[in-house]
């Protein structure tokens, strides 16, 4: 595994533990202090904390979404693949366009209906 998967993993199980929470709450107070304070120092301060730690959360957990379901996808693929009657030609359905995609909904509707 790569740097960029190994940290965005560690830090996606961080950002699920309840700790991840209590900094979120952190934040969201000292942003509101800030506010009601009336300090533009303090609010600017307040303001980067959090826009800087929602900017790193965001392509972390993009990042292990993206990877889960792939993950995911490569399970359902093989069941395709594994049972009698199903229709290889759905493998990979993932990888094509929303309009190619909604045509083999229409026709699994169709050849199931």
């Known amino acids: ?9 560690g830090c996606a199980r961080f ?9 979120a709450l952190a934040l969201s107070l000292a942003g ?3 506010f009601l304070s009336g300090s533009d120092h303090f609010l600017g301060g307040a303001s980067l904390a959090i826009s800087t730690v929602t900017l790193l959360l965001l392509p972390i957990l ?3 979404q993206n990877r889960d379901g792939a993950a995911l996808q ?7 693949r594994a049972h009698e009657g199903a229709r ?3 493998i990979g359905v993932e990888a094509r366009s929303d309009e ?3 045509k083999a909904r229409c026709s699994e ?3 199931s209906g």
């Not at 595994?1 to 993993?9: C, G, K, Q, R, V």
């Not at 950002?15 to 900094?23: D, Q, W």
């Open 32 to 34: 509101a202090v800030a």
């Open 109 to 111: 509707e169709k050849h």
């Open 1 to 9: 595994m790569n740097w960029f998967d190994e940290l965005s993993t």
């Open 74 to 80: 490569a399970k359902i693929d093989e069941l395709i």
């Open 88 to 90: 290889n030609s759905l």
């Open 15 to 23: 950002a699920g533990r309840p700790a991840m929470l209590l900094i």
């Open 100 to 102: 190619e995609i909604e």
């Open 62 to 64: 993009q990042a292990t």
